[in-house]
């Protein structure tokens, strides 16, 4: 329907015999769609199964929660930055029961991504006529390589599938994290390198309350994660946990 811009024609290829997602409902996808399900895909197939809710816009996570319970996790990540998610797209590990789709329902998104739909949620979620429904069960994150290309040449590299645990940790501060802290941090800290850079991921538990991303300095991106969360959630600041994409080059960004 549209590329990035209205002007630019666009075109999807595999190099398997289908995508491994399935159009159930909805309007045509467009190249942003695409991108942004992949996006989402990327994210929420990194959890276990059954597991965790990804937001995404325009290719950045503006809010990711793996808090139990299909429901809250939800709303946990929506709660992270409300706005953001006007228009968005979401990725459910796990299949949309009817009391889910009910909530969906009241938020105006683009797409929403499951390993499937009950009959009842299906029924609910196809009153919005133009909304993709996208079921991806089937989809798996087990690609060897990944493609950037730039006109007619392309870099070829390995993706980043490495899912940071407690063994590639090395604490190096006298004040050691409480294994609650640690479990805040890696859950953080996984969700960081989906974000652009600068990122800076704020995390309380198993979920976001804010997300800087994008920047071309480190500290803008700490002032806009801080910001999000004072806004939407600043009762979970108070030992809350950061999570950056690479080191701070000077005080400051620790300091905001």
């Given at each position: 329907?549209?590329?990035?811009?209205p002007?630019?024609?666009?075109?999807?290829?595999?190099n398997?015999?289908?995508?491994?997602?399935?159009?159930?409902h909805?309007?045509?996808?467009?190249?942003?769609?695409?991108?942004?399900?992949?996006?989402?895909?990327?994210?929420?197939?990194?959890?276990?199964?059954?597991?965790?809710?990804?937001?995404?816009?325009?290719?950045?996570?503006?809010g990711?929660?793996?808090?139990?319970?299909?429901?809250?996790?939800?709303?946990?990540?929506?709660n992270?930055?409300?706005?953001?998610?006007?228009?968005?797209?979401?990725?459910?590990?796990?299949?949309?029961?009817?009391?889910?789709?009910?909530?969906?329902?009241?938020?105006?998104?683009?797409?929403?991504?499951?390993?499937?739909?009950?009959k009842?949620?299906?029924?609910?979620?196809?009153?919005?006529?133009?909304?993709?429904?996208?079921?991806a069960?089937?989809?798996?994150?087990?690609?060897?390589?990944?493609?950037?290309?730039?006109?007619?040449?392309f870099m070829?590299?390995?993706?980043d599938?490495?899912?940071?645990?407690?063994?590639?940790?090395?604490?190096?501060?006298?004040?050691?994290?409480?294994?609650?802290?640690?479990?805040a941090?890696?859950?953080?800290?996984?969700?960081?390198?989906?974000?652009?850079s600068?990122?800076?991921?704020?995390?309380?538990?198993?979920?976001?309350?804010?997300?800087?991303?994008?920047?071309?300095?480190?500290?803008?991106s700490?002032?806009?994660?801080?910001?999000?969360?004072?806004k939407?959630?600043?009762?979970?600041?108070?030992?809350?946990?950061?999570?950056s994409?690479?080191?701070?080059?000077?005080?400051?960004?620790?300091?905001?």
């Open positions: 329907r549209y590329g990035e811009n002007h630019q024609k666009a075109a999807i290829y595999s398997e015999n289908n995508l491994n997602i399935k159009q159930l909805g309007k045509k996808l467009s190249f942003n769609n695409y991108n942004d399900i992949f996006s989402a895909l990327s994210i929420s197939k990194s959890f276990k199964k059954n597991e965790g809710t990804v937001i995404l816009k325009h290719a950045n996570p503006c990711v929660s793996k808090e139990r319970g299909k429901l809250k996790s939800f709303k946990s990540a929506i992270c930055d409300p706005i953001s998610a006007f228009g968005g797209i979401v990725s459910s590990n796990f299949k949309i029961n009817k009391k889910l789709a009910e909530q969906i329902n009241k938020f105006y998104f683009e797409v929403i991504i499951a390993n499937g739909f009950d009842d949620a299906l029924k609910i979620l196809k009153r919005k006529k133009n909304i993709r429904l996208i079921d069960k089937k989809f798996k994150n087990n690609w060897n390589y990944c493609l950037n290309f730039h006109k007619g040449t070829y590299q390995s993706p599938d490495f899912i940071i645990n407690k063994k590639s940790l090395k604490v190096v501060s006298k004040m050691k994290p409480t294994k609650k802290q640690l479990d941090l890696l859950f953080a800290m996984n969700i960081c390198k989906y974000a652009k600068n990122a800076i991921v704020l995390g309380k538990d198993k979920s976001t309350i804010g997300i800087g991303s994008g920047q071309p300095n480190r500290i803008d700490c002032k806009l994660a801080i910001a999000k969360a004072r939407f959630q600043p009762e979970k600041l108070l030992n809350c946990v950061a999570a994409d690479a080191f701070f080059p000077f005080t400051d960004g620790v300091e905001k």
